[in-house]
């Protein structure tokens, strides 16, 4: 039996999608794939634990400890969000419940040009803002008398700024998603604006400013260029957050392409960007979970 054309011409586009949908869906499966292939060599002759563990980086020797690189991408990524987490909630609350819709076109065309600038601009203004207030007047303040400036606390606020737009962007999407029959009935229920926010926007809004807040750290774990610029890039573990550090995404920006005649080097850097990927689909799944049991608690 002969399908007439247009019926075709569905099942065709359908399969299409399919296809275009299962490769897309298949590069994360070659993209981690591919960097476990590359690092097979350093893994081959040292072992895991003793690469994630030792903090002594001689490549000269074949020594390589990422210790210090891993902890420096932790604790930056942790001061981002401990800054940016708090404002951007508050902020986007700010622009979806109580701003006038002049004031809220003003903010999130700001948010806008913000998300747009390239992180090379952050980076010089972390050089000419950030690290000389750190170095002359807030380490100081904590009897941090010797550091420059150029520290992990430094990256962490530049990687905070960075941050802000995508998450106040899908925190605003989120909270306007939630109805406004339950602000409503709250409110009719004798409660003042405050507690409708606190005890039913966010409550309902929960899963998604989750979400935000995954997706604003899978972007600060991975950001290089700014964070390159004003962390140090002191392979040695940070014993303080006013001292420098040398996150994984530096690492490779740095080294990769050079001294690659030093046997494993080419290997040791291909497993930083493996670790660095693993790390975040980890966080990722790890989300997606908690999100779930979120959204079965309050359904």
Not at 84 to 107: D, G, M, Q, T
Not at 152 to 163: E, F, N
Request: contains cysteine; aromatic residues 10%; charged residues 15%.
């Amino acid at each position: 039996m002969v399908l007439p054309l247009r019926i075709l011409l569905d099942k065709v586009a359908g399969k299409s999608v399919l296809c275009l949908s299962v490769l897309i869906g298949s590069l994360l499966f070659l993209i981690v794939g591919g960097l476990y292939f590359k690092s097979l060599p350093i893994l081959e002759s040292h072992s895991f634990w003793d690469l994630i563990s030792k903090s002594i980086w001689k490549p000269g020797k074949e020594q390589f400890g990422f210790l210090p690189y891993i902890l420096s991408t932790v604790y930056i990524t942790i001061i981002s969000l401990t800054i940016a987490v708090p404002l951007c909630i508050l902020c986007s609350v700010y622009l979806s419940e109580y701003a006038s819709k002049r004031v809220k076109s003003f903010v999130t065309s700001l948010v806008d040009i913000l998300a747009g600038i390239p992180s090379v601009i952050f980076g010089i203004w972390g050089i000419i803002m950030i690290v000389p207030f750190i170095s002359d007047t807030l380490a100081p303040a904590f009897g941090q008398e010797d550091t420059t400036g150029y520290s992990i606390l430094a990256g962490g606020l530049v990687l905070a700024i960075m941050v802000f737009p995508i998450v106040i962007h899908i925190m605003l999407e989120v909270l306007r998603t939630v109805p406004v029959e339950l602000r409503e009935a709250s409110l009719s229920l004798g409660a003042n604006k405050w507690e409708t926010i606190k005890k039913v926007v966010l409550r309902k809004a929960a899963p998604g400013i989750i979400a935000a807040i995954v997706l604003g750290f899978s972007r600060a774990f991975g950001e290089t260029l700014a964070v390159l610029m004003v962390v140090g890039n002191t392979a040695l573990i940070p014993h303080s957050i006013f001292d420098a550090g040398y996150p994984l995404p530096a690492l490779i920006a740095n080294n990769y392409g050079e001294m690659m005649s030093i046997p494993l080097y080419d290997s040791a850097l291909m497993f930083a960007s493996f670790l660095l990927l693993v790390v975040i689909l980890i966080f990722n799944v790890a989300a997606r979970f908690f999100m779930m049991r979120v959204e079965r608690r309050m359904s």
